[in-house]
């Protein structure tokens, strides 16, 4: 009995999580998932987001990637529809930022990877997500937290250049 209860109870804090999940997703402009194409289909995360030199960022592909599979695949679906036509005349879906930090702090993906630091470290378990929302902390404490853990440097300098 005790056993179900905690069952029942960790069922409910699931689905908690899973509600307040949803509501800080931002809105996107197509309903893309990442359950269906990096979970079920286990995409490579790198087919969609190439990490260009010098390394920095790691960019969002462009709609005629994903037409390369949907000019066939749900192609009668309206949302493909919208897809296409952003591949057709060469404009970049408007995908709102999910994880965003100032330009004045020094970052880099490529950096990261070099060192073993996962997606997921930073991202949390996106192939599981149909919506993504910011569900790690990347604020200024959430990378001393990282770093301290991972003995990596904390001084000011090592993410900051100079004084603004
Ligand atoms: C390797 C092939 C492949 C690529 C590349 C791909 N998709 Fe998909 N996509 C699929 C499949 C398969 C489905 C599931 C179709 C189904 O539900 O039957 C899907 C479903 C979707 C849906 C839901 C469509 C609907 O009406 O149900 C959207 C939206 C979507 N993809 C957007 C994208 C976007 C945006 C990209 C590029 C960033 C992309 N896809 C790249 C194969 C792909
Ligand atoms: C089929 C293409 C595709 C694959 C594969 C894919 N992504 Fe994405 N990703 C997208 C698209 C499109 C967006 C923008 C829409 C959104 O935020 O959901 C995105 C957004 C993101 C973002 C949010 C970026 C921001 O705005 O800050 C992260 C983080 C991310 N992806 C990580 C991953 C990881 C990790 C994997 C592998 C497990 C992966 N993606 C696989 C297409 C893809
Ligand atoms: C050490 C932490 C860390 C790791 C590891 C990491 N990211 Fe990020 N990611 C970030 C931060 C921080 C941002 C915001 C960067 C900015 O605003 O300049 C970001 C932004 C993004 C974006 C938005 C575009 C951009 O570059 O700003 C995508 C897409 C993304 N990450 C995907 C991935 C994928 C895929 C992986 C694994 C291959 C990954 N990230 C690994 C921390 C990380
Ligand atoms: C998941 C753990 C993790 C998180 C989160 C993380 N870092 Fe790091 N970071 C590392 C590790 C590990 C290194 C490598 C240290 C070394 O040189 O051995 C590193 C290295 C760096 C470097 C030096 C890399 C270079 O260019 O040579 C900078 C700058 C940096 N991190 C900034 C940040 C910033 C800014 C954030 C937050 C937005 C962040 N990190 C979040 C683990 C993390
Ligand atoms: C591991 C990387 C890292 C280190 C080390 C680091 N910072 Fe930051 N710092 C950040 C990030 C990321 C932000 C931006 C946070 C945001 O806006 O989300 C930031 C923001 C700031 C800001 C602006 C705060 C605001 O509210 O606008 C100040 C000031 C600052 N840092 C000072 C420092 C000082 C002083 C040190 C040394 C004690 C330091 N930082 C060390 C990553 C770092």
């Not at 952003?86 to 880099?108: L, M, T």
């Not at 950096?111 to 929302?133: F, I, M, S």
Request: aromatic share 4%; glycine share 8%.
């Amino acid at each position: 009995m005790k056993a179900r209860g905690a069952a029942a109870l960790a069922g409910a804090a699931l689905l908690w999580a899973a509600l307040l999940h949803a509501d800080d997703a931002p809105p996107q402009p197509l309903p893309f998932s990442h359950k269906t194409h990096a979970g079920t289909m286990k995409l490579a995360c790198k087919m969609c987001h190439p990490n260009p030199d010098p390394g920095e960022t790691e960019t969002i592909v462009g709609a005629a990637v994903c037409m390369t599979c949907h000019s066939a695949i749900k192609a009668d679906s309206p949302d493909i529809k919208r897809l296409a036509a952003y591949a057709r005349e060469g404009r970049p879906v408007p995908w709102v930022r999910v994880y965003q930090i100032p330009s004045w702090v020094d970052f880099s993906h490529r950096a990261h990877l070099e060192k073993g630091n996962t997606c997921q470290d930073c991202h949390g378990p996106v192939a599981e997500r149909d919506q993504l929302a910011r569900e790690t902390d990347l604020s200024m404490g959430g990378c001393m937290n990282c770093h301290k853990a991972r003995k990596a440097s904390v001084g000011c300098g090592f993410c900051h250049e100079e004084p603004h």
